[in-house]
């Protein structure tokens, strides 16, 4: 299994630009989520679902747009990239609640905005 | 008070130590608890999850003390490759989220 995998590893957008990283996992989880993580910061929860077509903002949503159009799926767009959104992404997938079963993370998307 | 609080360390100890590390919570309606672990620059792991008192997996033991918000993590002959930081992850029920907090460095110095 390959778990969670996200693309691309790393990105330098433009000030302005837009962009979709791209997260997919193949154990058939329900929950996903997308965090990220400044340096030196801890995760904060950007967006997640509970499951195709619900979708649910996080701490810090403001910039970003999710859907969940298949199981399988959590794409993460951003939108008019600014500075402040550089950062290490995370997506992660649960079969259960967060409360009641592991987050298994993918490798991260290191982005850059200048 | 922190919603999550450990020691940032850096832990600096010698292969075969044991070591244990702290964390608080402020949230009284926590009901679970995580330790990841996380390598530089890499994803969070699950290490360990704890849902009552405590739990153990072979070198590492969990401690949850509710009354006083306090939960530990003991790990015994310590590994080179246990260089890593540890995040306490509680759950808070009431508000449906995990709390990522920094986390406690560690070094296993050979």
């Known amino acids: 299994n390959a778990g969670v995998t996200q693309t691309p590893k790393f990105r330098i957008l433009k000030i302005g630009q837009s962009m979709t990283l791209q997260c997919t996992q193949d154990?058939?989880?329900?929950?996903m989520y997308w965090y990220r993580q400044d340096p030196g910061m801890g995760l904060k929860l950007i967006y997640y679902s509970v499951g195709a077509g619900i979708t649910d903002k996080g701490e810090v949503p403001n910039g970003y747009n999710v859907s969940r159009s298949t199981t399988e799926d959590f794409p993460l767009r951003l939108e008019l990239a600014a500075p402040s959104q550089t950062s290490v992404y995370f997506c992660?997938?649960?079969?259960?609640?967060?409360?009641?079963?592991?987050?298994?993370f993918g490798n991260g998307t290191r982005l850059t905005v200048t | 008070r922190k919603e999550v609080e450990q020691d940032p360390g850096p832990f600096n100890v010698p292969e075969g130590a044991t070591v244990a590390f702290n964390c608080t919570y402020s949230n009284s309606a926590s009901q679970s608890f995580f330790w990841y672990r996380q390598d530089c620059r890499k994803e969070p792991k699950l290490l360990m999850s704890?849902?009552?008192?405590?739990n153990e997996d072979g070198r590492f033991t969990a401690q949850l003390n509710r009354a006083s918000q306090y939960i530990s993590l003991l790990i015994r002959d310590s590994k080179l490759s246990d260089s890593a930081t540890y995040l306490c992850?509680?759950?808070?029920?009431?508000?449906?989220?995990?709390?990522w907090g920094l986390g406690t460095s560690l070094a296993v110095n050979p």
């Open positions: 154990m058939n989880h329900n929950y």
């Open positions: 704890v849902y009552s008192s405590g």
């Open positions: 992660a997938s649960s079969w259960d609640s967060w409360d009641n079963s592991p987050l298994h």
């Open positions: 992850v509680p759950y808070a029920g009431n508000n449906r989220k995990l709390i």
